[in-house]
C-alpha cells in the first residue's frame, strides 16, 4: 500500500471496513504513517485473515 494514497483517503475507508466488519473499533482501525504493518497486524488478528487479503480489501476501496 502506499502511504500518500491511505492517508489521503483513510476516514473513508475506515468507513467501508466499520460498515463490512461491524466489530472493528477505531482502535484496530488506528493508522499511524509509516506502520502500517501494524495496523494490518492488529487487522489480521481481528478478522481473522492474512495480511495479504486484508491489502487487498483496502486497496479495492481505493480502486472505488
Do not use: C, H, P
Not at 502506499?2 to 466488519?21: A, C, M, P
Not at 487487522?43 to 486484508?54: D, H, N
Amino acid at each position: 500500500m502506499d502511504d500518500l494514497e491511505l492517508k489521503g483517503n483513510w476516514n473513508q475507508i475506515k468507513g467501508e471496513l466499520k460498515k463490512k466488519y461491524g466489530d472493528l473499533t477505531d482502535d484496530d482501525l488506528t493508522y499511524v504513517e509509516g506502520e502500517d504493518d501494524a495496523m494490518l497486524g492488529r487487522l489480521q488478528e481481528r478478522l481473522g485473515k492474512t495480511k495479504k487479503e486484508i491489502a487487498s480489501e483496502i486497496r479495492k476501496f481505493l480502486e472505488e
